[in-house]
């Protein structure tokens, strides 16, 4: 059973900076990856960037790329979203997941990828 808790939402402004923090929990060591999703109200819950379970590689949404960065700590069991130069477009609920898929280093990423969910943090960015 894996167990993942995120914090660090809020209330920002738009062109500030944001950390967001998953906390994870399991009982036996995997090789499978994390990712971030993000869900606006009354629109589908879209990927945002996935990393590798060890940290050497990432991949990211287009619409992110170069203002956001992924990474882990696994001595912390935890994992960040780093969010640079926001807009209100970036406001939504911001989840954390782990990927279903051992050692998946590829680009494809959704929502039937993922085996396990946070509950969520909000984010909202104002202008």
């Known amino acids: 059973q894996v167990k993942l808790e995120e914090s660090g939402g809020g209330l920002v402004q738009a062109g500030e900076s944001l950390r967001l923090m998953c906390e994870y929990s399991?009982?036996?060591?995997?090789?499978?990856?994390w990712a971030w999703f993000r869900q606006a109200p009354g629109k589908e819950r879209q990927f945002i960037a996935a990393?590798?379970?060890?940290?050497?590689?990432?991949r990211y949404a287009a619409s992110v790329k170069d203002r956001f960065t992924i990474s882990v700590d696994n001595s912390k069991k935890t994992v960040y979203l780093q969010m640079d130069s926001v807009s209100p477009e970036d406001t939504a609920i911001y989840y954390c997941?782990?990927?279903?898929?051992?050692?998946?280093?590829?680009?494809?990423?959704?929502?039937?990828?993922?085996?396990?969910w946070g509950q969520g943090t909000q984010v909202t960015v104002s202008s």
């Open positions: 399991y009982s036996t060591w995997s090789n499978r990856g």
């Open positions: 990393i590798t379970w060890n940290g050497q590689q990432s």
């Open positions: 997941a782990r990927d279903r898929r051992p050692i998946y280093t590829g680009n494809l990423y959704s929502v039937d990828n993922m085996e396990y």
